[in-house]
Nanobody
Framework: QVQPVESGGGLVQAGGSLRLSCVVSGNFFSAIAMAWYRQGPGKERELVARITPGGDTNYPDSVKGRFAISRDNAKNTVYLQMNSLKPEDTAVYYC??????????WGQGTQVTVSS
């Protein structure tokens, strides 16, 4: 089973920005939806962004206007641009194939810590 590989996490001050990347091996990437999730300390995993094969995107209200998901099919990569970060954005961020549906593969996650 293909496993996405995330990168780009780190420590940033409130108000700062980070860009996460997720690479998926294989030649089917352009045909699948992708999603980013996060799990903060003591919280359940939540969806933060998803993108269809055609590039349509969707976000929850908690990140709308601050986060942007995009994809580069030539590089088998999906990105999550995070701006105006808040301490409550602190979480492990996961990439998932198959979008927000029940099937798909999860990456190992990348830690994002936002200091106040």
């Amino acid at each position: 089973q293909v496993q996405p590989v995330e990168s780009g996490g780190g420590l940033v001050q409130a108000g700062g920005s980070l860009r996460l990347s997720c690479v998926v091996s294989g030649n089917f990437f352009s045909a699948i939806a992708m999603a980013w999730y996060r799990q903060g300390p003591g919280k359940e995993r939540e969806l933060v962004a998803r993108i269809t094969p055609g590039g349509d995107t969707n976000y929850p209200d908690s990140v709308k206007g601050r986060f942007a998901i995009s994809r580069d099919n030539a590089k088998n990569t999906v990105y999550l641009q995070m701006n105006s970060l808040k301490p409550e954005d602190t979480a492990v961020y996961y990439c998932k194939t198959g979008g927000a549906g029940p099937s798909g593969s999860w990456g190992q996650g990348t830690q994002v810590t936002v200091s106040s």
